[in-house]
Each structure stands twice: as C-alpha cells, then as structure tokens.
C-alpha cells in the first residue's frame, strides 16, 4: 500500500485541457478548466460540466466528462507540467474521438 495513502500529488493544482475532436461531429475544440486536488481531477467552473477521474502517482490519468446528454472517457499521461492522452465518446450526432492536451494553470 505504499503511496497510496498519501495526502496530495504531485499533479495537485489547476490545470488547462485543450480537447480536440478528430473524427465525428462533436465541438472541434473545447478548453476545460480542471483542479487536481489529491490526485482526484475535479472540474472548475459551473455545474453543468461532470469531470470524474483520477491521476496515479506515475502520472497515469482515467477520466470521464460527461454534460446533458454527452459523455467522454479518456485516458493519457501527465508529467509535473503537462500531458495529453486520447479520448471517446458520444454526442448528439454520435460518436466522436480525439486528443487532449493539459498544462498547468
């Protein structure tokens, strides 16, 4: 159980996401604002935005967004000042999937 039970992470803080959808129908490109609060990826702004996920002491990230009736899982790597990773999901028009790309602040 070493460094599971640590408080805080190394990825601990604000974080800017740039998502980009690269095939399907989805928004081109959207910016997210994330906080990181003991490894737990949480989302900054209003409520209308669900972000669930979490980063592993080795920078590994799972995460899901979902909004109205549309929802993304991804996946990727975070290093002390940034990362990125791919996602899918599903849309109004179907599905979508692409990258994304984070770094602090």
């Not at 928004?27 to 935005?49: E, F, H, K």
């Not at 929802?71 to 179907?94: E, F, H, I, Q, V």
Request: glycine content about 22%.
């Amino acid at each position: 159980a070493i460094g599971l039970a640590h408080a805080g992470s190394a990825f601990d803080g604000n974080w800017s996401v740039v998502i980009t959808t690269e095939r399907g129908s989805c928004d081109p490109s959207n910016r997210l604002g994330v906080v990181i609060q003991n490894g737990l990826i949480q989302y900054a702004g209003g409520s209308t935005v669900l972000v669930r996920g979490r980063v592993a002491n080795n920078g590994r990230v799972e995460v899901s967004v979902s909004s109205g009736g549309r929802g993304a899982n991804g996946s990727g790597r975070l290093s002390a000042r940034g990362g990125g990773g791919t996602w899918r999901g599903s849309g109004d028009s179907g599905a979508c999937a692409g990258r994304w790309v984070a770094e602090r602040g």
